[in-house]
């Protein structure tokens, strides 16, 4: 969809106007155009800097130049050469005194990263620290880190933090190809937690990421789901798109063009469970991936919310994604190692004016995959959230002229996402290499302004 503030800039008739009126001009994203591929990170150079005595730094190098990265030390940049992507191992960052090494390191860097760069600091875990000194350090890195994406932003460069636990800081393979290659455009400004926690996978590879495994996404006819489907499908999993009978014939082009399988079933039915139970079991014996991202709204605020319009968020959104899942686990059909992804959204962390139903189940999400991922982390199952922002849908589309334009800028990347965006971060998380990331939530957003 052309972004109407960047075709004025490139109007030689209106660039003038639009520069003068001080309106941004969003950078063009550098999206991923295909798979994951083993040299994700060919022609790219990559600087590589520690502060204090970190514990992650001897494994980072390996896993940059194994993706084929050009790795260098802090000062190894010559001339103006810019960088492209900035690993930051702060996990020796134990005293706020170190925060002057983290300055000194990022500080000659902050102006030499490139278009459509990658940062990503990786921080000792808050809650392990050995002392409330040591967690004041830790904790900070993340306001450096979101702060740091609002002054990138505007150039398409995206800022992520990750706490690494000392046990964890071999899962950071893929966590790292992520997070500093395309596939991670729309996503800035995020904190997670990588943990032990979680068994390991079998296998974790690095080309056709799913290969081999089977995949459901529910309301899969159109938007974030079909992007997902599509996405999943392109790294070789064997995918199901669900969704509403009424959306058969959406469905049947969806499966003809990707070449998977599909289920019309609406997931609120009574025998839902036991239907898509029955599909697994008969088709392939269980799954390996669950998108759970059907989803409706019906907006209202609370007061003149009609009982019917409360209750039909609450039984799409959340009781039969829990309905399902217990099915599913009660029958044995998600197999170990499985990887569970639910469809939260920006409502379910900030609140939204008129959305107390919606924002009630997407708030739900969050802490049911916190619950769930410690659950079932014993036989390698994640269980995560993905919290979207302003996406260009058919829904946001529809929204009044001002209304939209507000919700496109009000992020660091001054743009709205795409499907696809929410495809790739839901992709990281159903890949067997995303196994030390289990009960979190994670924004695609731009980094908005509105929220955490
Ligand atoms: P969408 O309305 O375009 O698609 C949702 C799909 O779910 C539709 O195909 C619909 O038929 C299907 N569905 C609805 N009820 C169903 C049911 N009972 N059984 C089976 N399928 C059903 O929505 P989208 O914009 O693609 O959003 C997908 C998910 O992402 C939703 O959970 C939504 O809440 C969430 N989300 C979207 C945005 C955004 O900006 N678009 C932002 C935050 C969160």
Redesign the pocket.
């Known amino acids: 969809m052309p972004d109407r503030l960047q075709q004025l800039h490139s109007n030689p008739l209106t660039a003038w106007l639009a520069r003068s009126a001080g309106l941004p001009n969003p950078v063009t994203l550098a999206r991923a155009d295909g798979p994951y591929s083993a040299e994700l990170f060919a022609g790219k150079v990559a600087v590589l800097a520690s502060v204090g005595d970190g514990y992650l730094e001897p494994g980072l190098r390996p896993i940059l130049a194994a993706a084929g990265a050009d790795v260098r030390q802090p000062g190894e940049l010559a001339g103006d050469e810019r960088c492209d992507i900035l690993l930051v191992d702060a996990s020796g960052c134990l005293a706020p005194g170190d925060y002057t090494e983290l300055f000194e390191a990022v500080h000659p860097l902050a102006r030499r990263i490139a278009n459509n760069g990658r940062v990503l600091v990786l921080a000792p875990p808050v809650g392990s620290a050995e002392s409330p000194a040591a967690a004041a350090a830790a904790r900070g890195l993340e306001g450096f880190t979101r702060s740091l994406g609002k002054e990138l932003g505007a150039r398409g460069t995206t800022v992520n933090l990750a706490y690494v636990s000392r046990a964890a800081a071999e899962r950071l393979e893929m966590l790292v190809r992520f997070f500093c290659g395309p596939q991670s455009a729309y996503v800035s400004g995020q904190a997670l937690d990588v943990s032990a926690d979680t068994a390991p996978p079998a296998a974790q590879p690095t080309e056709q990421v799913l290969a081999g495994k089977v995949a459901l996404v529910?309301?899969?006819?159109?938007?974030?789901?079909?992007a997902t489907a599509r996405r999943l499908r392109q790294e070789g999993a064997t995918v199901v798109a669900?969704?509403?009978p009424?959306?058969a014939d959406?469905l049947a082009h969806v499966r003809g063009e990707l070449e998977i399988e599909s289920l019309a079933?609406?997931?609120?039915a009574a025998d839902?469970p036991a239907q898509l139970g029955d599909f697994l079991r008969e088709k392939f014996g269980g799954l390996d991936i669950l998108v759970?991202?059907?989803?409706?709204?019906r907006d209202k605020t609370l007061g003149k919310m009609q009982a019917s319009q409360w209750q039909q968020v609450m039984?799409?959104?959340l009781e039969?994604v829990l309905g399902i899942d217990a099915a599913l686990l009660e029958a044995g059909l998600v197999r170990d190692e499985a990887r569970l992804v639910y469809?939260?959204?920006?409502?379910g962390i900030a609140g939204n004016f008129g959305q107390t139903n919606?924002a009630t189940t997407?708030a739900a999400l969050i802490g049911y995959v916190d619950a769930l991922g410690r659950e079932l982390a014993a036989r390698g199952i994640c269980a995560n959230a993905v919290?979207?922002?302003?996406?260009?849908?058919?829904?946001?589309g529809k929204m009044p002229f001002f209304t939209r334009e507000v919700g496109r800028r009000l992020n660091s990347l001054k743009q709205g996402?795409e499907?696809r965006d929410?495809a790739e971060l839901v992709c990281f998380l159903a890949s067997p290499g995303a196994y030390g990331v289990n009960g979190n939530t994670i924004r695609v957003c731009g980094q908005a302004l509105i929220g955490a």
Request: aromatic share 4%; hydrophobic share 45%; proline share 4%.
């Open positions: 529910t309301g899969a006819a159109r938007g974030i789901g079909l669900l969704d509403v009424a959306a959406d079933l609406d997931i609120t839902a759970h991202n059907a989803g409706i709204t039984e799409v959104n039969a469809l939260s959204s920006m409502s919606y997407k919290a979207p922002g302003f996406i260009e849908t058919a829904m946001t996402g499907p929410v």
